[in-house]
């Protein structure tokens, strides 16, 4: 990732007001990967500790007009409006928009110093985006992915820190199809986007918290997230 891009992204502008001038800002997690339902489910399950952690999720229901507005586009373009909607370059600048707004949505919270966590955000968008303009080039859909992160630093941060699990390929298929998701999913494809996201989480390590299965044995994820929770995070 671009230099520039990357301190872009430290930055977490909020507008001062008289009861928050010497508040600290809340940290912005981001739940990213094929497997990100775990960690946020064990993030759910945590929500009382530490207790200020405020969870989004991009599939809930939001009646904003400005959030419909982007929406509404996205679903007459055609295909599934929080992944790709549209052809091209146009459908990639509708799905930054709608990550920057997000972002913007949670401002308040985070500069109340509450935590908050963003579910599926801008990494799945950059890899669905990157597969989908070029399967089976890997190469190439890293640079795409790299683009479109850049891209959506300079409107809005990359999270503080991101939470990743990494495992066989193999294993990542029978779990997804075990909870009914993807069922229709090509395996090559999803090896391929497993791969996509460790060489994001490479550019960028001191962003990335990767919890290795191959690494932590018969520890359930959803315990190891939680005891990174009780260490890493704010409690007051």
Known sequence: MPQNAQEATRERPSKPTAGSRTRRPGPLVGVEGLEAHDVSSALLRSIASPPRIFVGSAREP??????ATLMA??????GEPYIRGGRSASETLTVIAMQTHRYESARLFLAAGRTVVEQRGV??????????RHPGDLEQA??????????????????DVVLLTADEPRAIEERL??????????????GFKATLFELLAEDDPDRFRIFDR???????????????LSRALPTE
């Open 214 to 228: 191959r690494e932590i044995g018969d520890v359930p994820v959803g315990e190891a997230v939680r005891d990174w």
């Open 62 to 67: 939001n009646a904003r007009p400005d959030f």
């Open 123 to 132: 990494y799945t968008a950059a890899v669905e985006d990157a597969v989908a």
């Open 73 to 78: 586009l996205a679903e007459a373009a055609g």
């Open 177 to 190: 199809r075990a909870h009914d998701q993807e069922k229709g999913l090509d395996p090559a494809q999803l």
């Open 142 to 159: 890293h640079q795409a992915a790299r683009r479109f992160l850049a891209t959506v630093a300079q409107w809005r941060p990359l999270p």
